[in-house]
């Protein structure tokens, strides 16, 4: 059964499957052997990565918002979605646009992301969130 799992790719090789949680919200994903949860609270707009302990390593806080945020490491990375209408998210560092994401295929959801200074982990976690975001958004328009 389709499950709307996303081969995710960096720099032309495989690094994951990213193989979202229907009955939790969100997904998990493993790289280099380490596997990852990631979880939303009920409303969908706050997400949570843990590590294999348990650990929660990320949260994404406002998702789905204009402006949203990404905290891991001490560290805050900044989200904006670029238009109303769009889907392309633009990553700022202190105010200047400095990475993006956007699905560029409506077809195969194909998603193209180039999220510079963040760890690998991070990069899928960002993306893995938004697809959890435009599924939940594309149901909402269905129903």
Same mark, same amino acid.
């Given at each position: 059964?389709?499950?709307? #799992?996303?081969? /995710?790719?960096? &720099?032309? #090789?495989? /690094?994951?499957?990213? &193989?979202?949680?229907?009955? #939790?919200?969100?997904?998990?994903?493993?790289?280099?052997?380490?596997?990852?949860?990631? @979880? $939303?609270?009920?409303?969908?707009?706050?997400? *949570?990565?843990?590590?294999?302990?348990?650990?929660?390593?990320?949260?994404? +806080?406002?998702?789905?918002?204009?402006?949203?945020?990404?905290?891991?490491?001490? *560290?805050?990375? +900044?989200? #904006?979605?670029? $238009?109303?209408?769009?889907? @392309?998210? +633009?990553?700022?560092?202190?105010?200047?646009?400095?990475? $993006?994401?956007?699905?560029?295929?409506?077809?195969?959801?194909? /998603?193209?992301?180039?999220?510079?200074?963040?760890?690998?982990?991070? !990069?899928?976690?960002?993306?893995?969130? !938004? /697809?959890?975001?435009?599924?939940?958004?594309?149901?909402?328009?269905?129903?």
């Amino acid at each position: 059964m389709w499950r709307g #799992r996303y081969e /995710i790719e960096s &720099d032309g #090789r495989p /690094i994951t499957v990213w &193989d979202p949680s229907w009955w #939790r919200g969100g997904g998990d994903f493993e790289i280099d052997g380490h596997r990852f949860q990631v @979880r $939303s609270n009920g409303w969908g707009t706050k997400y *949570r990565m843990f590590d294999e302990a348990g650990n929660e390593i990320a949260l994404v +806080e406002r998702a789905g918002r204009k402006h949203w945020s990404v905290v891991a490491d001490g *560290r805050v990375y +900044e989200f #904006r979605r670029a $238009s109303f209408f769009g889907n @392309r998210q +633009e990553m700022l560092v202190g105010g200047v646009q400095t990475g $993006s994401m956007e699905r560029t295929s409506a077809w195969t959801g194909a /998603i193209e992301a180039d999220l510079p200074g963040l760890p690998l982990s991070l !990069q899928v976690f960002v993306v893995g969130v !938004q /697809i959890a975001v435009w599924q939940a958004q594309q149901a909402a328009a269905g129903s």
